[in-house]
C-alpha cells in the first residue's frame, strides 16, 4: 500500500477504560472482529473490518484519568520536521516523536485552539488498510473556535491548501494535501468554527466518521448497545449521518455515504 500524502489522516484509535466492553460494542456497530492484544504496547488491539482489513484499534486507558476518547493520526513522512513545525506554528507536543517498535514513530500534539492530534511516520505499520466503505474511517472535521489561529496552523505544519465552504448557516473549512487542487472533491480534512450553540466548556477536538451501509439502523444499534445518538441522523450533500458516543462516553460520527440530499459544494 502506497504512504499516506503529508497531513492525510492515516490512523485512529480509541482509548477505553474497559476495553472488552469495547470490542462488544463496535464489534456490535461495525462489525469489527479484533486480534490478540499487544501487551507488550499495553493491549493495544488491532481491528479489523467486514473484509478483514486493518481499520483501527481501541486500547485500555494506561490511566484513568485520561479522556476516553478517539485519537486521529495525520500522517508524516519525517515526524521530527513535523513536530518543529508544530512548535513554531503556535502547537504544543503533548508527547514527543516515540518510536513503537518496528511499527512506526508517533507523536501527540495540540493545535493552538486546543484539539488534540495525533502524527504518524509509518515503518511496518501504514496505517488504514480500508477506507470509505462500511465499517472503515472516511472523515475526519475538527471543532474549534479558534479559527483565525488554527486555520494558518494546519497548513503551515502539513503544507495544506485549503477552502472555505460557502454557507450561510456555518463557518466550515476544508483543507487538501500540497500540490492539489482545492476543491471539496479533494479534501482530506474539514473544520468547524463551534458558534453560540456549543457549551463553553466544550473543548476543542476531532471527530472521526465512520462509513455505515443505514444511518437509520446504525443509529438504532448505537442506541441499543447502550451508546447515545447526540445529533441526527440528518441529511446532507455528503450522506446521511450521526453523531453519537459509545457505552464509554468516546464521541464519535457515522456517515451513509450513498444516501445524499442536496448539491455537493464545488
Known amino acids: 500500500m502506497a504512504a499516506y500524502p503529508d497531513g492525510t489522516p492515516c490512523w485512529a484509535d480509541a482509548m477505553l477504560n474497559d476495553l472488552e466492553a469495547g470490542k462488544r460494542f463496535y464489534g456490535g456497530l461495525l462489525g469489527w472482529t479484533f486480534g490478540a492484544g499487544e501487551e507488550q504496547y499495553g493491549q493495544y488491539t488491532q481491528a479489523y473490518g467486514p473484509d478483514g482489513k486493518n481499520v483501527a484499534a481501541l486500547s485500555p486507558k494506561p490511566d484513568g484519568r485520561m479522556?476516553?476518547?478517539?485519537?486521529?493520526?495525520?500522517?508524516?513522512?519525517?515526524?521530527?520536521a513535523t513536530a518543529d513545525r508544530i512548535r513554531d506554528s503556535g502547537g504544543q507536543l503533548i508527547m514527543q516523536?516515540?518510536?513503537?517498535?518496528?511499527?512506526?514513530?508517533?507523536?501527540m500534539a495540540a493545535d493552538?485552539?486546543?484539539?488534540?492530534?495525533?502524527?504518524?511516520?509509518?515503518?511496518?505499520?501504514?496505517?488504514?488498510?480500508?477506507?470509505?466503505?462500511?465499517?472503515?474511517?472516511?472523515?475526519?472535521?475538527?471543532?474549534?473556535?479558534?479559527?483565525?489561529?488554527?486555520?494558518?496552523?494546519?497548513?503551515?505544519?502539513?503544507?495544506?491548501?485549503?477552502?472555505r465552504i460557502e454557507d450561510e448557516a456555518i463557518d466550515f473549512r476544508v483543507f487538501v494535501p500540497e500540490g492539489e487542487e482545492v476543491t471539496p472533491g479533494n479534501a482530506v480534512l474539514g473544520?468547524?468554527?463551534?458558534?453560540?450553540?456549543?457549551?463553553?466548556?466544550?473543548?476543542?477536538?476531532?471527530?472521526?466518521?465512520?462509513?455505515?451501509?443505514?444511518?437509520?439502523?446504525?443509529?438504532e444499534t448505537v442506541a441499543r448497545l447502550g451508546g447515545r445518538v447526540t445529533m441526527g441522523p440528518m441529511d446532507s450533500p455528503f450522506g446521511r449521518f450521526l453523531l453519537a458516543s459509545d457505552?464509554?462516553?468516546?464521541?464519535?460520527?457515522?456517515?451513509?455515504?450513498?444516501?445524499t440530499v442536496g448539491e455537493k459544494p464545488s
Do not use: C
Open 112 to 163: 493552538p485552539g486546543g484539539a488534540v492530534f495525533g502524527v504518524w511516520q509509518p515503518g511496518t505499520h501504514g496505517g488504514f488498510e480500508a477506507t470509505g466503505v462500511p465499517g472503515s474511517y472516511i472523515w475526519t472535521e475538527i471543532y474549534t473556535r479558534e479559527t483565525e489561529r488554527t486555520d494558518p496552523f494546519y497548513e503551515e505544519v502539513f503544507g495544506f491548501g485549503s477552502k
Open 191 to 219: 473544520r468547524f468554527r463551534m458558534g453560540e450553540g456549543f457549551p463553553e466548556e466544550l473543548p476543542a477536538h476531532f471527530i472521526v466518521y465512520f462509513a455505515v451501509s443505514d444511518a437509520d439502523r446504525a443509529a
Open 97 to 107: 516523536p516515540m518510536a513503537v517498535g518496528a511499527f512506526g514513530t508517533m507523536l
Open 247 to 259: 457505552d464509554q462516553g468516546a464521541h464519535f460520527a457515522l456517515i451513509d455515504p450513498g444516501t
Open 67 to 80: 479522556p476516553t476518547v478517539w485519537n486521529l493520526y495525520l500522517a508524516s513522512s519525517d515526524i521530527r
